[in-house]
């Protein structure tokens, strides 16, 4: 099991950027497939991005794309969301999971959640 705990959430305007962490302990972080996901107010929860063990390749949701940027550091057991030219339909809760096997944008399919941060995106 894994323990995960999301940092970096709060308020900003529209257009603004935020950079999400993520700090994994409790089993090698490299050998997890690590994502981002969200939760909307009234929304089901919602893939928002992953990124394989060596951070050789990544995926978005399209609602995403080309502003967010996932990374990680096996290092640091550390992942990242790099948030840029937010958008008030951004605003949710984000968690970070993780996974033993391929990446994978269905959340069934990760075993370990964080808490979870906010973030709100004000126009």
């Known amino acids: 099991q894994v323990q995960l705990v999301e940092s970096g959430g709060g308020l900003v305007q529209a257009g603004g950027s935020l950079r999400l962490s993520c700090a994994a302990s409790g089993r090698t972080f490299k050998t997890d497939t690590m994502a981002w996901f969200r939760r909307a107010p009234g929304l089901e929860r919602a893939f928002v991005a992953s990124i394989t063990r060596n951070g050789d390749r990544t995926d978005y949701a399209n609602s995403v794309k080309g502003r967010f940027t996932i990374s990680r550091d096996n290092a640091k057991n550390t992942l990242y969301l790099q948030m840029n030219s937010l958008k008030p339909e951004d605003t949710a809760v984000y968690y970070c999971?993780?996974?033993?096997?391929?990446?994978?944008?269905?959340?069934?399919?990760?075993?370990?959640w964080g808490q979870g941060t906010q973030v709100t995106v004000s126009s």
């Open positions: 999971a993780a996974r033993r096997f391929a990446i994978s944008s269905l959340a069934d399919l990760y075993n370990d």
